[in-house]
């Protein structure tokens, strides 16, 4: 079987449910935005794997639901068969799963009193871009749920997706030994300057 079909050349492809949608098209955004984070998952997963193993376990089992995620968005709900509904249907055991783990991570970090800047080594640096990728994802799919497109679960992972990712950086931050660095406000303006150095 050949990697390349050729089918979508003239710039279209098809979703689960068959039909054939331009590939700019809002569900296939999604679709892009989902796969991203899932591929830097992949890179925060192999930088957590000597950190941590149950994280990086963690970690693997989200890429295969953002899978599933990807499924129930590439299957409309107004244009797919019943069949093929219920072969991708996303349960809310899923979230719950989550949450599950970031109250563990939770209990053993210590408590957040300040804004903190991407960090924490390469793992934690890692889970923040993901984070953020995936608010990305995030917001392109809750469109779709608003048009009935998408079954309003899969916004609800995404949501709690990057709760656990946040609580997952700084996580593998405390693992690896390293600090967070934490916001600091600019200093006030001298006054009559234009706050250039000399």
Not at 38 to 55: K, T, W, Y
Not at 141 to 149: F, G, Q, S
Request: proline fraction near 6%; glycine fraction near 8%; include cysteine.
């Amino acid at each position: 079987m050949k990697i390349y079909t050729k089918t979508g050349d003239a710039g279209a492809s098809s979703l689960y449910s068959g039909e054939r949608r331009p590939k700019d098209d809002a569900v296939f955004a999604a679709l892009g935005d989902v796969d991203e984070v899932n591929s830097i998952l992949g890179l925060a997963r192999e930088h957590a794997r000597s950190l941590d193993p149950g994280l990086a376990a963690q970690l693997e089992g989200i890429q295969s639901r953002l899978l599933d995620v990807g499924s129930a968005v590439a299957t409309p709900l107004p244009s797919s068969s019943e069949h093929k509904l219920q072969r991708v249907a996303f349960s809310a055991a899923h979230t719950q799963q989550l949450e599950q783990w970031i109250d563990e991570m939770s209990s053993q970090l210590p408590p957040l009193t300040q804004f903190i800047l991407p960090s924490g080594g390469l793992a934690a640096a890692t889970l923040h871009v993901a984070r953020s990728v995936c608010r990305r994802a995030e917001r392109a799919v809750v469109p779709l749920v608003r048009c009935e497109a998408t079954d309003a679960a899969v916004a609800v992972y995404l949501n709690r997706l990057s709760d656990y990712l946040f609580t997952a950086a700084r996580y593998a931050a405390l693992k690896a030994g390293e600090p967070e660095t934490v916001w600091f406000k600019a200093p006030a303006a001298t006054p009559g300057g234009d706050g250039a150095s000399a």
